[in-house]
């Protein structure tokens, strides 16, 4: 039962451009919303989350954008550096955490 | 500060031989804690959590089980291993009473293989 989705296994972008990566979810119970990020062989590290009240949260050049009636997340990162190069994983919390299948970010430079 | 460590880092298995996982917490007290695994292709899916000594959840029906004999440590097990059981898991924990809206601190990891 995939409760989170992240559609797109892969996504390319170039040094210094908007990369977006999305995630949609199913449960209208969710109520806080995190993005983490891995790197091979390790475990994930979080990177930023939003509270169900709020429709956007910014930290640095990582901004989440939370769109309640669509049931869909975003993260964007600008400029995209080559460091960001891992994997990015959408969760959901309802009292337990529930993620995405992960997306993988290549930047180019 | 909190760590958190699991070991073996890597372990290549044998059809049908047992396996133990073992992660510990330092710098916290009663954490919850659980195990996670990533397949290949998938997402990271909840295998087990524990909110105390003693306590495990399931999340869904498997080969494994979990056992959580000390505050802040926690163990993953099989008795017999199966070839759909390798993958990539993961320990993570967070603070009790913020489960629901406090991130996780995921170990390292610990990649299985079964031949």
């Known amino acids: 039962d995939q409760q989170v989705k992240q559609n797109s296994p892969s996504l390319s972008v170039q040094e210094g451009r908007i990369s977006i990566l999305n995630c949609d979810y199913t449960?209208?119970?969710?109520?806080?919303f995190l993005w983490y990020k891995k790197y091979p062989a390790e475990g994930p590290t979080f990177l930023i989350s939003i509270s169900s009240i709020k429709d956007k949260n910014e930290d640095g050049r990582f901004t989440v954008f939370l769109n309640k009636s669509a049931k869909h997340l975003s993260l964007h990162i600008v400029p995209s550096q080559p460091g960001d190069s891992a994997v990015y994983f959408c969760a959901a919390s309802a009292g337990d955490m529930r993620f995405g299948a992960g997306t993988r970010l290549t930047v180019k430079p | 500060s909190q760590t958190i460590h699991q070991w073996p880092a890597t372990l290549v298995q044998p059809v049908g031989s047992p396996l133990s996982l073992e992660c510990t917490v330092e710098?916290?007290?009663?954490?919850?804690l659980y195990w996670y695994r990533q397949a290949a292709g998938r997402g990271l899916q909840l295998l087990f959590y524990s909110v105390g000594i003693g306590q495990i959840s399931s999340e869904v029906p498997q080969n494994l089980s979990a056992s959580r004999p000390q505050d802040r440590q926690f163990i993953l097990s099989s008795k017999k291993l199966l070839l759909s059981d390798s993958g990539f898991y993961l320990c993570?924990?967070?603070?009790?009473?913020?489960?629901?809206?406090?991130?996780?601190?995921f170990g390292e990891g610990s990649r299985l293989t079964v031949l």
């Open positions: 449960n209208s119970m969710f109520d806080y």
């Open positions: 710098g916290t007290s009663n954490p919850n």
């Open positions: 993570a924990w967070s603070r009790l009473g913020l489960a629901n809206t406090g991130e996780l601190f």
